[in-house]
């Protein structure tokens, strides 16, 4: 039997991993949710570290959400942590603290989609759900010859069938971790190792020699450019910084003053109009822009950072300015990390 196989496998196999360890849903969910656009070599280290800060479920609902985006910086997708922090609070407030059991009571979590729910139920609580995620879908899509392509709304009900079909429903949990250990060593999207596959004589790419075609996915989302221009506002040995607050990308995330424009600015004249009345271009010492690029998904931000010591502070204004090891505290995009980084501010 197919799933059999798989699972002996994994038992002989698997990696030694602190959340395969455990059956405690909480710590399951900070694992799967870390896990997400995360290699586990850099995401091992965060989830420690939610784990020892976070103990519970009840910890991390208490703690204040830039706390928690702060031990969060590094990772990216910063909403991933800003939906722990609110589902965290929903369990503790909306459901007396119990976490939720079941495939669907996990999915009116906010951020948990039908991977996460199917990993936390299967895992910990021992329901037939089948996990599909990314090594999933290539495992499958290999093994079956499936010429759906998986960035599409049909795929993941066909895939779920599909592993539905295929999982044991005594060993659940054993069988979901199987099939993506599977699929992140040793059906890798290249250079797969056929050879070390458990199910390699019932591999139809392998017996076809397809495995390169698979899985099938439609063109890609144009990558859309966009202009950051930060002044870096400095005065008496402290810094401007600001919330960004319902702007898209890094939600409730610190950062420079920031101006976007349509095109690259290279010219800080060019951004005087733009620049409002409590910030005198004309008495500030300017020092030479430096340019980062950075690549989101379906993003690329070009980023110019324009230093500016300031002649004088605003009133109004002398609460956003910060100390070296106030900003150390304040949760920050990977922007601005590596520019206080590279600067040694």
């Not at 919330?243 to 950062?255: A, V």
């Not at 500016?308 to 505290?329: P, Q, Y």
């Amino acid at each position: 039997m197919l799933s059999e196989k798989i699972i002996d496998w994994y038992y002989q196999n698997k990696r030694d991993l602190p959340w395969r360890n455990t059956k405690n849903p909480y710590f399951i969910w900070l694992s799967e949710v870390i896990l997400q656009q995360t290699r586990v070599e850099q995401g091992m280290s965060y989830y420690y570290t939610f784990i020892e800060n976070y103990p519970t479920v009840q910890d991390l609902a208490n703690a204040p959400e830039e706390e928690v985006l702060r031990t969060w910086q590094g990772l990216g997708y910063y909403s991933r942590a800003r939906n722990l922090h609110y589902s965290a609070k929903y369990i503790c407030d909306e459901l007396n603290g119990e976490f939720p059991k079941t495939y669907k009571e996990l999915l009116k979590l906010k951020g948990v989609g039908n991977y996460t729910a199917a990993a936390i139920s299967s895992i910990s609580f021992n329901e037939a759900q089948a996990v599909v995620d990314g090594n999933v879908y290539r495992f499958l899509s290999r093994l079956f010859e499936i010429k759906t392509p998986i960035n599409t709304g049909k795929a993941l009900k066909e895939f779920e069938e599909i592993a539905n079909s295929l999982i044991d429903s005594k060993r659940p949990g054993d069988f979901n971790q199987a099939m993506m250990e599977i699929g992140a060593r040793i059906c890798k999207p290249a250079n797969p190792t056929c050879s070390l596959c458990p199910v390699n004589t019932q591999c139809k790419a392998l017996k076809n020699e397809t495995q390169t075609d698979y899985p099938v996915k439609l063109k890609k989302q144009k990558v859309k450019n966009r202009y950051f221009n930060y002044l870096i506002l400095k005065k008496d040995n402290k810094i401007y910084l600001e919330k960004r607050i319902d702007m898209g990308i890094w939600n409730g995330l610190f950062e420079f003053y920031l101006i976007e424009s349509n095109e690259p600015i290279n010219e800080i004249d060019n951004l005087s109009s733009q620049v409002p009345n409590w910030i005198n271009l004309q008495t500030s010492l300017i020092e030479a822009p430096t340019h980062k690029k950075h690549l989101l998904s379906h993003q690329r931000i070009h980023a110019t950072f324009w230093p500016i010591n300031l002649a004088k502070i605003d009133t109004d204004k002398i609460n956003s300015f910060f100390s070296v090891d106030e900003i150390e505290d304040l949760p920050k995009h990977k922007l601005i990390v590596n520019y206080l980084l590279d600067n040694n501010v």
